[in-house]
């Protein structure tokens, strides 16, 4: 087995002040980063917690439990990440996304839904609201979830065959679950339902064929992702990823397909129809193929922790000003304003970069983010 290097610095705690800018930056709908990016994708990190352990994002043997989760006084309340969305809303953003660790284990998470889906953009639309979900608790609440106004989720599901599923889940839970809540959500009417599979050579990757096939011809889009270096803890090596471009090279040998159009500026996955028109996959090549160009993605963790990026060693937080007592145009104004500083494009630098030794600043961790 590979060496894993287990964190010594909890990068947590490696927060820059947010502070309000002495020039305001009125939120127009029209901010741009220093890269001229504009915002118009938010995630937001709910929990800290998950259910499962898969190993190339919470390894049982660093997430165990002894591992220091943020107690509920530091999570942001509903009430709050409302508060903070809606400044985001301001300026631009369209989309929300709630993730965490596993969404679904953050209580009452409908009655944020709610509160969410009130919000409208700066076009006086309706936001896309949406989830990605590991499905263990769907069957259970896609009812709940619908009603308070989610439009859509996406499902993680790493495998079809259940030894492979309960492998990468790493606490033995059974594939027939997800595929139940996968059904929930559909009757729910909380679709098209996209389906996330991570895909690691070696470990799943003779279940993309199967995975394919089942998936085809339903209306859900599978999307094959990129296995990548998020946080410090995974132990990630380049010759576990799987390029997409083999992905659907491996596809096409046996069900033929042909590029799509991209849907949106800013879409991180490359579409690929089947060229028998029977719906389509997606292939994520966070690795092989750097997307930064256009990335308009923000993400606030589940302490009000802004992150400029998935591969970020610092966060800003926007906590702190909530609960000091900054007014709605002040914090509207320190996002703006922090927004306007950006520059961040690790996946178009990584290969530049020296790999994450451990000595130097720490990556935060995708279950704290959020994916
Ligand atoms: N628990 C939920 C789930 O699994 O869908 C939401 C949070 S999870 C961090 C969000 C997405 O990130 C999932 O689709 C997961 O598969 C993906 N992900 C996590 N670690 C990853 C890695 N190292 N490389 C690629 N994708 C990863
Ligand atoms: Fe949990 Fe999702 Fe991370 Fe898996 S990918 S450990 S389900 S947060
Ligand atoms: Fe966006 Fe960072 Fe990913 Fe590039 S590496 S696409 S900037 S999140």
Not at 327 to 355: E, N, V
């Amino acid at each position: 087995m590979a060496e894993r290097v287990i964190p010594l610095v909890d990068q947590r705690a490696h927060t820059l002040a947010a502070t309000v800018p002495v020039q305001p930056v009125p939120a127009t709908g029209l901010l741009g980063d220093a890269l001229g990016r504009p915002l118009r994708d938010l995630r937001i990190s709910v929990t800290d917690r998950c259910n499962f352990r898969c190993s190339y994002c919470m390894p049982k043997e660093v997430f165990d439990k002894d591992y220091p989760y943020l107690p509920h006084a530091s999570l942001l309340t509903f009430e709050e990440i409302t508060r903070v969305a809606r400044q985001f809303v301001a300026h631009g953003v369209r989309k929300i996304r709630l993730t965490g660790g596993e969404p679904l284990l953050r209580k009452n998470i409908e009655v944020l839904m709610e509160q969410l889906a009130a919000l409208r953009t700066v076009d006086g639309a309706p936001l896309d609201i949406t989830l990605t979900t590991n499905g263990s608790l769907l069957a259970r609440k896609a009812s709940a979830l619908k009603a308070a106004g989610l439009q859509r989720v996406t499902v993680s599901l790493d495998g079809l065959d259940d030894a492979v599923f309960r492998g990468m889940n790493d606490v033995d839970f059974p594939v027939t679950d997800v595929l139940a809540g996968i059904d929930a959500a559909r009757a729910a009417g909380l679709g098209p339902v996209k389906i996330n599979m991570v895909v690691k050579r070696g470990t799943n990757d003779h279940e993309i064929l199967p995975m394919a096939r089942h998936f085809k011809g339903t209306g859900m889009v599978l999307r094959f992702i990129e296995y990548m270096d998020v946080g410090a803890t995974n132990g990630w090596r380049m010759d576990e990823v799987l390029p997409s471009a083999e992905v659907v090279q491996r596809i096409q040998a046996e069900l033929p397909l042909v590029p799509l159009e991209h849907n949106a500026p800013g879409e991180t996955a490359q579409r690929w129809g089947y060229a028998d028109g029977s719906g389509e996959i997606g292939v994520i090549s966070s690795v092989t193929q750097a997307f930064c160009g256009d990335c308009n993605r923000a993400r606030l963790s589940t302490e009000g922790q802004l992150y400029l990026c998935l591969f970020a060693t610092q966060g800003h937080d926007l906590r702190a000003l909530v609960r000091g007592g900054a007014s709605d145009a002040d914090l509207a104004s320190a996002i703006g304003h922090i927004w306007q500083g950006r520059s961040d494009r690790y996946s178009q630098l990584r290969s530049a970069l020296a790999p994450d030794t451990g000595t130097g600043a720490r990556r935060v961790e995708m279950s704290y983010i959020g994916g």
